[in-house]
């Protein structure tokens, strides 16, 4: 930035006065989840997938500020996880792995619900859900449920490759991303020569057929993960371990989230899956209680010496100096990027009294944030408009804008405080003599006045990441 804006004076008081802005006032946050639900298949974040055919259960649409927010995440993640990182490589796997890889994994045996069905109403329950189940409509004379004995139900989807339609073709689309991981781990170390300690880490697509899809997006059928398995030598495990979970802390308060509302909760040893030595959540508290949005896991060697015993190749490794042959200990970092979205989405959402009106704004982080900033012309006439117009065009090529000019200035910028816009511009008569306009801060309602060749820094700024 070559100056420091100039605060408003008096000469910009016009322009606030059209913009019809008050000073701090109280926020609300939000409380229930269908008013975060309804804003964002109003402002296009996230909505019901196929909803013209009535939507499909457990999946989910992101729409163009959606789609924008979840790949600021996603880049977020990438970069401070493999980019920055030279002990960190990045891969892109098949969402479908041959079927011995869930055998290997214990998939195959262990990856269930326990699930009940009723008999009357055909309807499906978690067998540890049933106090949610509700009366069933299909009785008479009573609104219980006529359940079933529970039986375990395999939670992988089941697809089929090439023509024929038997045994051997069956195949299962990837439960978790990680497997691909240890399976690419002997040729992705091989052909980046890589030593222990090193990470491999991958974003992806993964799978799980919900037997009760529930609370948004937050427990879906389709999702994705983005994670990170870190190989060790067994005697450092505990310091990675440790190390691990105090730098994905860090990274969730670093997107924005208010920290009251993060905790990690470590797992009790009656929690832990047989093969994890450790386990700690990173939980965000939503308006239906506290949920994880990431775990860490101290997974030991499980994974390398089942997929050394199921596919006869040996995925140890020799240590250069001493010789030694073994198998790395693993400690893996696994975020829900579709939960971090939906975490970020509650964190963001404020309901405020401005005037005597609400006025919803979602205060997302500048660096996460869909769009960057609105260029409004004041009015359309005098040649505003095309001005403003000129002017938006410039800005795109540097980050994410909108351009409206359609009604008032104070429903404009409504709008943008409901998409999460960061900053407004706005083009008034004084820019026609002296090339200055008003940006507008959407948390604050504060506006600054600087010449529009000082605009583009100004925001490229706030918008960067905070370095240390
Ligand atoms: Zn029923």
Known sequence: ?????????????LARLMSSVAPTRDSRRLERMEDLVSLCARRGFIFPSSEIYGGINGFWDYGPLGVELKNNLKATWWQRVVRERPDVEGIDTAIIAHPRTWEASGHVEHFSDPLVDCRACK???????????????????????????????NLMLQTQIGASEDAASMAYLRAETCQS???????????????????????GKAFRNEINPRNFTFRSREFEQAELEFFC??????????YWRRERLRFHIDLGLDASSLRMREHGKDELAHYCNAAIDVEYLFPFGWQEIEGIHDRGDWDLSRHSEFSGKDLGVTDPQSKEHYLPM?????????????????????????????RTVM???????????????????????????????????????????????????????????????????????DQTVTVRDRDSMEQVRMPMDDVADYILEKCSPERD
């Open 1 to 13: 930035m070559t100056r420091p804006p100039r605060v408003i004076g008096e000469a910009d008081i």
């Open 123 to 153: 309807k499906r329950f978690r067998a540890d859900q049933l106090d949610e189940a509700g009366p069933c409509p299909s009785r008479e004379g009573t609104s219980d449920h006529d359940f079933t004995e529970a039986r375990q139900f």
């Open 181 to 203: 991981i240890f399976s690419d781990f002997k040729r992705v170390r091989e052909s980046s020569r890589q030593k222990i300690p090193f990470g491999i880490g991958q974003i």
């Open 233 to 242: 030598h067994p005697s450092e495990r505990e310091r990675w371990f440790d």
């Open 330 to 358: 693993v400690i893996e970092t696994s975020v829900g990027i579709d939960r971090t979205c939906l975490a970020l989405l509650c964190d963001a959402y404020h309901e405020e009294e401005v005037d005597g009106e609400k």
């Open 363 to 433: 205060k997302l982080h500048p660096r996460i944030a869909p769009i960057k900033a609105a260029v409004l012309p004041l009015v359309k006439k005098d040649g505003l408009a095309d001005m403003a117009q000129d002017f938006e065009k410039k800005l795109r090529k540097k980050f994410p804008t909108f351009y409206d000019q359609a009604g008032a200035i104070g429903r404009r910028y409504r709008r943008m405080d409901e998409a999460g816009t960061p900053f407004c511009i706005c083009l008034d008569y004084d820019t026609k003599d």
